[in-house]
């Protein structure tokens, strides 16, 4: 999904503060890669990535070309498989200033084999820190080496969250908050490898101590985030942007 979000149009509120506003003033074109959040699966709603670019054209007073390259069900290695060899958004990531990537959670879906044990799932984090690593490699090939932003963004959980994850019972909230806990840190360690920021979604999400109930930011299948969820991503991927200038 892609388009051109000219000044003036997108969401009515601008999730972008004006001095993170001033500071992107030279970017014209975003892309975004992942999984179904960024995809926007289950909210009926305009996904985070959309959001951050329609505001940057709002209140920057230029186009912002957004490409939403985000596939639901993705898991890391389709992400790299785009990133190599899918022709035409690999024309777009060339015209990119930022690529926001969030992937992992498929690469570690709640499955029947492994039910609720942790190792189990985490057998899956080399492969993942391996695909990540790749990705952001190839983005900074595909860029040229000229400056590209590269975000990368974890999960408040990588299976259901808030009241649907504690409707499953005890156990199936420790293994979750465990292989999300796992995962978030292979992201945020591949970040810091590779230069990349870091949107620490679990504490947007449930708070700095992890004790927030975020069943209000989720759709109705407990998976995925909703309207207010989306708009929760967008300002914690500006503030961690803000931070890092």
Known sequence: MSGTR???????????????????KEVTATTALGDSVPYGTACDCTPYPQLVSADVAHAAG??????NAAVAGSESGDVLAQ????????GRLERSQAVTVEVGANDVAHSAACATDVACYEQRLPE??????AIVARIHELTDGRRVAVVLLDY????????????????YVEAA???TTSVNDTIRAIAHSTGSLSVDLRTAFR??????????LLAPDGDHPNAAGHQRIAEAAAQEVIAAQ
């Open 6 to 24: 000219t000044p003036g149009s997108g969401s009515a509120s601008s999730t972008l503060p004006p001095e993170l506003v001033a500071k992107l």
């Open 62 to 67: 230029h186009r912002v070309r957004i490409t």
């Open 83 to 90: 990133v190599e060899h899918d022709a035409p958004l690999i």
């Open 128 to 133: 993942i820190s391996s695909n990540l690593t």
């Open 156 to 171: 408040w959980s990588v299976w259901l969250g808030g009241q649907y994850a504690a409707g499953q019972g005890q156990a």
């Open 177 to 179: 908050t465990a292989v």
């Open 207 to 216: 708070g700095p101590d992890d004790t927030w109930d975020e069943t209000h």
